[in-house]
């Protein structure tokens, strides 16, 4: 990929609008194009079907009617969700051509993404429209982690509801996101000898949540898509769409389809671990799925913003 062997045949970028960098009149770039690799078929597990229930705490709110005004259907809303979910982080490409090509997010440096899609185990989500401040979250319940609830604030409701040209799609990416947080792994359920893995940045887990929601075409109207180096965000892991570009860029141009799920998939096989089973994976987490730092694929997503506008 982009470490000092030659980097192997990748997927051509597809399905998000990612801009591309001007050709010269032979259609070049100025960098090693790749040949279309992807695969003719994918695996994936079905939607899953939690047990689903709403709570609208107050009837009498104007931004309760706003919600079942914008999502008039919320059992069609969340189960397109959670298809979406199960599109961007539990489809993986065909399986390893042979048994010699290393493909799986196991592997230390791989050819192509692929991966053995494990939904997890939530069984419910609850949705509970009520006063809060901010725009929503999502948390387990007393009963255990396989239960979620997604509190959604009726103040950032009322907000969608009279500034935004579209609030439905505004909610239904609030729903993508938050329910990306009751389906997304970040860590291994048992390791050995109880020890606790390292969590990974913060900002990745919203990043992954945000990924999905770009991915399924409902990025929020104030996210501004980079076009240079300069507007790509401080930090990789900054969260939120600067993360989730910076994804997108890694799924769509730099490593091909199918690799955001194997990066979730890494995170439930060993953890945000470098490849000695030891500390934060900040090198060898990423080195192993994509063969270089995640420092060096930011800049590498910032010379390809710098690129566009050439």
Request: charged fraction near 20%; aromatic fraction near 8%; glycine fraction near 8%.
């Amino acid at each position: 990929m982009s470490d000092s062997s030659p980097s192997p045949a990748q997927p051509t970028p597809t399905s998000s609008p990612i801009p591309h960098p001007q050709t010269d009149n032979e259609g070049n770039t100025g960098k090693d194009t790749k040949p279309d690799t992807t695969p003719a078929s994918a695996q994936s597990p079905p939607p899953p079907t939690p047990k689903l229930r709403l709570h609208l705490q107050d009837l009498t709110h104007p931004a309760t009617k706003a919600w079942l005004t914008h999502i008039p259907d919320p059992n069609a809303a969340i189960n397109t969700a959670l298809a979406n979910i199960v599109t961007y982080l539990y489809t993986s490409p065909s399986p390893c051509p042979s048994p010699q090509t290393a493909c799986s997010s196991n592997d230390y440096i791989i050819t192509q993404p692929f991966f053995t899609p494990t939904l997890p185990g939530t069984r419910s989500v609850t949705f509970i429209v009520r006063g809060i401040s901010g725009v929503a979250y999502t948390t387990g319940t007393e009963l255990d982690s396989d239960h979620k609830e997604i509190h959604f604030s009726l103040s950032y409701i009322s907000t969608v509801n009279s500034t935004f040209a579209d609030p439905a799609a505004e909610l239904r990416g609030v729903i993508t996101h938050e329910l990306v947080h009751c389906y997304q792994h970040t860590r291994p359920t048992a390791t050995p000898g109880g020890v606790r893995a390292p969590d990974p940045p913060s900002g990745l887990i919203e990043g992954i949540a945000d990924f999905v929601r770009l991915k399924a075409g409902l990025a929020a109207p104030h996210w501004k898509r980079p076009l240079n180096k300069a507007e790509r965000g401080e930090r990789w892991d900054q969260g939120y769409q600067v993360t989730a570009f910076f994804l997108e860029w890694i799924e769509d141009v730099r490593v091909g389809r199918g690799a955001i799920g194997m990066l979730n998939d890494r995170l439930l096989r060993i953890g945000y671990v470098g490849e000695d089973g030891e500390g934060r994976g900040d090198d060898g987490f990423w080195e192993g799925l994509f063969g270089a730092g995640v420092l060096a694929l930011w800049e590498e997503y910032g010379v390809y913003l710098d690129l566009l506008e050439k």
